[in-house]
Nanobody, 129 residues
Framework: QVQPVVSGGGSVQAGGSLRLSCAAS????????MGWFRQAPGKEREGVAV????????YYADSVKGRFTISRDNAKNAVFLQMNSLKPEDTAMYYC??????????????????????WGQGTQVTVSS
C-alpha cells in the first residue's frame, strides 16, 4: 500500500496560518473518511478533524473549532487542513489518517486514534509566540 504523502508544515508566528495537504493516491482508503491528528512532544496523539467521504460533513476537536477547516478533493485523492489563528499550543507533528473503523455517523469517537488504521508520515507545525 502507498503511504499518504503529507506536506505543508512549517514554522509560523502566533496568529498566522498554514495549510496542510495529504495526497493519498494509490491508497484503497483514499475515498473513505479521512482525518487529521497531531502529537506534541510528551503527549498522546489526538484527533483534530475528520471529513466524510463526500466532504459534506466534518467533525472537529473543540480546541481547533472555528480556527481549522478540513476539506477534500476527491478528484485528486487529497485531504487538506487549513489552520488559521494558530497558537503556540498547536505546535505538534501532524498526521493524516484513513481506514476509519467505527460507527457510521460523526461523534467524538471519530477522533480516537484507535479507530484509524492507515497513517501518513507526519509534518511538523511549529507556532512561536
Amino acid at each position: 500500500q502507498v503511504q499518504p504523502v503529507v506536506s505543508g508544515g512549517g514554522s509560523v508566528q502566533a496568529g498566522g496560518s498554514l495549510r496542510l495537504s495529504c495526497a493519498a493516491s494509490g491508497s484503497p482508503y483514499s475515498r473513505n473518511w479521512m482525518g487529521w491528528f497531531r502529537q506534541a512532544p510528551g503527549k498522546e496523539r489526538e484527533g483534530v478533524a475528520v471529513v466524510t467521504t463526500s466532504g459534506a460533513s466534518t467533525y472537529y476537536a473543540d480546541s481547533v473549532k472555528g480556527r481549522f477547516t478540513i476539506s477534500r478533493d476527491n478528484a485528486k485523492n487529497a485531504v487538506f487542513l487549513q489552520m488559521n489563528s494558530l497558537k503556540p499550543e498547536d505546535t505538534a507533528m501532524y498526521y493524516c489518517a484513513a481506514d476509519y473503523r467505527g460507527p457510521g455517523h460523526l461523534g467524538s469517537w471519530v477522533l480516537g486514534q484507535d479507530r484509524w488504521n492507515y497513517w501518513g508520515q507526519g509534518t511538523q507545525v511549529t507556532v512561536s509566540s
